[in-house]
């Protein structure tokens, strides 16, 4: 399926990686991947393309601000979507300012999460 959107999901959490990733798994039009660390992330990402990076803030060791900075500086072709259980204000300005697509908030329905993945491919590459 090589139109298919290319998801990773980074997130700390194993239970929420495998569910995400089964659940975004249905849309027939996404294909999702997921690593446990904003490292392991970045690895990811140097062997691997993908359109979308579902972020989560708090993380063991590179956390997201980490990460994202190194996604944007290692000049990695991806729209960044955070996705947090942990609001903050001053996170989600910051988050943006480094380069973030969006910020959504745990719990976020799939419909949401789809509808905003697909909003970020099509920002990025201008593909509908």
């Known amino acids: 399926m090589s139109d298919a959107i290319r998801v990773l999901i980074v997130d700390d959490e ?3 990686r495998t569910n995400l990733v089964k659940l975004l798994g249905i849309s027939p039009n996404i294909t999702a991947e997921a690593v446990g660390s904003g490292e392991a992330a970045l690895e990811w990402l ?4 993908c359109d979308v990076v579902l972020l989560d803030v708090k993380m063991p060791g590179l956390a997201a601000h980490g990460t ?6 290692g000049g990695y072709p991806v729209e960044v979507i955070i996705l947090t ?3 903050s204000v001053d996170d989600a300005v910051e988050l943006m300012n480094l380069g973030a697509f969006d910020y959504l908030l745990k719990p976020c329905s799939t419909r949401e999460i789809v ?3 697909t909003w970020a491919f099509e920002s990025h590459t201008g593909k509908k």
């Open 85 to 87: 259980g942990h609001a």
């Open 115 to 117: 509808k905003k993945v």
């Open 46 to 49: 140097a062997a691997n393309p």
């Open 14 to 16: 194993e239970d929420f």
């Open 68 to 73: 994202l900075k190194r996604i944007r500086d």
